[in-house]
């Protein structure tokens, strides 16, 4: 298995430009996180469906940031409009009901 | 509400010595813990989990966990540290109520530097 996918690996962009960060899961699980780390407050949780529903975004910043899981394969993180705060690795995470989850190698994002 | 304490931001050992990485966590339920670790620039790797049974976990790279469930810890352990095992470790919890869904709570990480 490839594990969990990430794309793009990297990104920067300048404030107030739209940002999506994609994620395709481990083929099988039913859960998909998505996290945020930051030096200032470690890793966060924004986010987490399970079968494509989204269970609990009360991690999600605010409105600027929304999460779409349209297939059991795929899911995107948008920002709009971006801001210079928002610089962070964001990592998707997915896993069966009891299992452990399987991290992604994470989307560094660079906004200027 | 579920949370996990990482009390040192860093902590320094001289290879070959024993490692220990502290964790402690708070669930309403049984907890279900984690451990992983991060390289540098990299995603973070499972090394070992908890669930049920012996309190001494054993997981990759030679780590181990010792699950203390009046002291609501669970401390990370390895018995000869090597310089190779320098990386940023997570201590994660998820509280077994149903109440609490499928939720994984990170404790903030301690940047491990083993010295030759």
Redesign the interface.
């Known amino acids: 298995d490839a594990g969990?996918i990430q794309s793009p690996r990297h990104e920067v962009t300048e404030m107030g430009q739209e940002v999506t960060l994609r994620c395709k899961p481990i083929s099988g699980h039913d859960?998909l996180?998505w996290?945020r780390q930051t030096m200032m407050r470690?890793?966060e949780?924004l986010i987490?469906f399970?079968n494509n529903v989204p269970?609990?975004d009360s991690g999600m910043p605010e409105d600027r940031f929304s999460a779409k899981m349209p297939n059991a394969s795929f899911s995107t993180l948008k920002i709009q409009p971006s801001e210079p705060r928002d610089s962070a690795v964001y990592?998707c995470?997915s896993?069966l009901?009891s299992g452990?989850?399987?991290?992604?190698?994470?989307t560094r994002l660079t906004v200027t | 509400a579920q949370s996990v304490a990482q009390p040192e931001d860093q902590v320094n050992v001289a290879e070959g010595n024993p490692l220990t990485v502290k964790c402690t966590y708070s669930v309403s339920g049984n907890p279900y813990l984690?451990w992983?670790v991060q390289y540098p620039n990299?995603?973070?790797?499972?090394l070992l989990?908890y669930i049920t049974g012996d309190n001494l976990v054993k997981g990759s790279y030679g780590f181990e966990a010792e699950f203390n469930k009046s002291q609501t810890s669970f401390h990370l352990k390895k018995p000869s540290a090597l310089v190779s095992d320098s990386a940023l470790y997570?201590c994660a919890v998820r509280d077994m109520v149903k109440a609490a869904?499928?939720?994984?709570?990170?404790?903030?990480?301690t940047r491990v530097l083993v010295k030759p």
């Open positions: 969990v859960y996180f996290y470690g890793l949780l987490y399970n269970i609990d990592f995470a896993s009901k452990r989850p399987y991290f992604g190698p994470g | 984690f992983y990299r995603g973070l790797q499972f989990k997570f869904g499928n939720k994984l709570t990170f404790g903030g990480g």
